[in-house]
């Protein structure tokens, strides 16, 4: 960071900042993961 001219306050932005890309995929992985719970739940009062 300090050979792309970034200031120390910049710096610990830059480092802190959250990546966009990896919430959604995280996002995405927790979403599908309730879908299977969930259908899951539905298979088993089906099949009672």
């Known amino acids: 960071l ?3 001219g970034f ?3 910049g710096a610990r932005q830059q ?3 959250k990546n966009p890309e990896k919430e ?3 996002y995405k992985k ?3 993961k309730e879908l299977i719970t969930e259908l899951e ?3 088993a009062y089906l099949v009672k």
């Open 2 to 4: 300090y050979e792309e």
């Open 7 to 9: 200031t120390i306050g």
């Open 15 to 17: 480092l802190s900042a």
């Open 24 to 26: 959604d995929h995280n």
């Open 30 to 32: 927790k979403l599908i």
């Open 41 to 43: 739940e539905i298979k």
